[in-house]
C-alpha cells in the first residue's frame, strides 16, 4: 500500500534550478528596493538645495520683485536689520514670486544670487522634488516590487506634499 504522505524525489537539476530561479527572484526585489532608494535620495537632496535656506538660510531680508522673463524673476534685495551685505539684485523662481511690485520675504542661497521664500510655503515649496521623488518611488513599487499598500502610502504623500505647497504659494 501507499501513503498519501510520499515524498517525490525531484532531480539534482530541477533543485539546482529552483533556487537559481529564486535567487534571481531575490536579486531583482533588491535592485528595485536600491533603486527606489537612489529615488528618494536624490529627490531629498535636490529638495535640500531650496528648502534648507528657506528654513535656516544666513542671509534673510525682502526682495521687490521688479521684472519677470520666462520663469525667473528679479528684484532688488535689501538685508533684515543687522545682517548681510548692502541692497543687491537677485533672482527668484517666477512660481514662487507672485506679482511685480510685490514685496516677499527671502533667505538668500549660499554663494549665489538666487532669492528663496521664508517661511512653511517656501519649505514646501522646496520640498516639491522629494513629493516627485515619492510618486515615482510609488510607481516602481507598485509594478515591480507588487507591493500595492506600501506603494499606495507613498503615493499620496508625495501628492499630498506636492499639493499642499501648490496650496500655500497660491493663497
Same mark, same amino acid.
Given at each position: 500500500?501507499?501513503?498519501?504522505?510520499?515524498?517525490?524525489?525531484?532531480?539534482?537539476?530541477?533543485?539546482?534550478?529552483?533556487?537559481?530561479?529564486?535567487?534571481?527572484?531575490?536579486?531583482?526585489?533588491?535592485?528595485?528596493? !536600491?533603486?527606489?532608494?537612489?529615488?528618494?535620495?536624490?529627490?531629498?537632496?535636490?529638495?535640500?538645495?531650496?528648502?534648507?535656506?528657506?528654513? @535656516?538660510?544666513?542671509?534673510?531680508? @525682502?526682495?521687490?520683485?521688479?521684472?519677470?522673463?520666462?520663469?525667473?524673476?528679479?528684484?532688488?534685495?535689501?538685508?533684515?536689520?543687522?545682517?548681510?551685505?548692502?541692497?543687491?539684485?537677485?533672482?527668484?523662481?517666477?512660481?514662487?514670486?507672485?506679482?511685480?511690485?510685490?514685496?516677499?520675504?527671502?533667505?538668500?542661497?549660499?554663494?549665489?544670487?538666487?532669492?528663496?521664500?521664508?517661511?512653511?510655503?517656501?519649505?514646501?515649496?522646496?520640498?516639491?522634488?522629494?513629493?516627485?521623488?515619492? !510618486?515615482?518611488?510609488?510607481?516602481?513599487?507598485?509594478?515591480?516590487?507588487?507591493?500595492?499598500?506600501?506603494?499606495?502610502?507613498?503615493?499620496?504623500?508625495?501628492?499630498? !506634499?506636492?499639493? @499642499?505647497?501648490?496650496?500655500?504659494?497660491?493663497?
Amino acid at each position: 500500500m501507499s501513503s498519501s504522505t510520499s515524498t517525490v524525489k525531484r532531480s539534482r537539476t530541477r533543485r539546482a534550478g529552483e533556487s537559481a530561479f529564486g535567487m534571481l527572484l531575490l536579486v531583482r526585489n533588491i535592485v528595485l528596493v !536600491l533603486v527606489c532608494l537612489l529615488v528618494l535620495a536624490a529627490g531629498g537632496w535636490t529638495s535640500w538645495k531650496t528648502a534648507g535656506p528657506a528654513l @535656516t538660510g544666513d542671509q534673510r531680508g @525682502t526682495v521687490e520683485v521688479a521684472r519677470c522673463v520666462d520663469d525667473e524673476c528679479s528684484g532688488t534685495f535689501r538685508p533684515a536689520s543687522g545682517g548681510g551685505s548692502g541692497v543687491r539684485r537677485v533672482t527668484i523662481a517666477e512660481s514662487v514670486s507672485g506679482v511685480v511690485g510685490e514685496r516677499l520675504q527671502v533667505a538668500l542661497k549660499p554663494d549665489s544670487g538666487e532669492a528663496v521664500r521664508t517661511g512653511p510655503a517656501g519649505a514646501l515649496y522646496g520640498a516639491v522634488p522629494f513629493g516627485g521623488a515619492l !510618486l515615482l518611488a510609488a510607481l516602481v513599487v507598485a509594478v515591480g516590487l507588487r507591493w500595492r499598500g506600501t506603494a499606495l502610502v507613498l503615493g499620496l504623500l508625495g501628492a499630498a !506634499l506636492t499639493m @499642499t505647497s501648490w496650496a500655500l504659494l497660491t493663497f
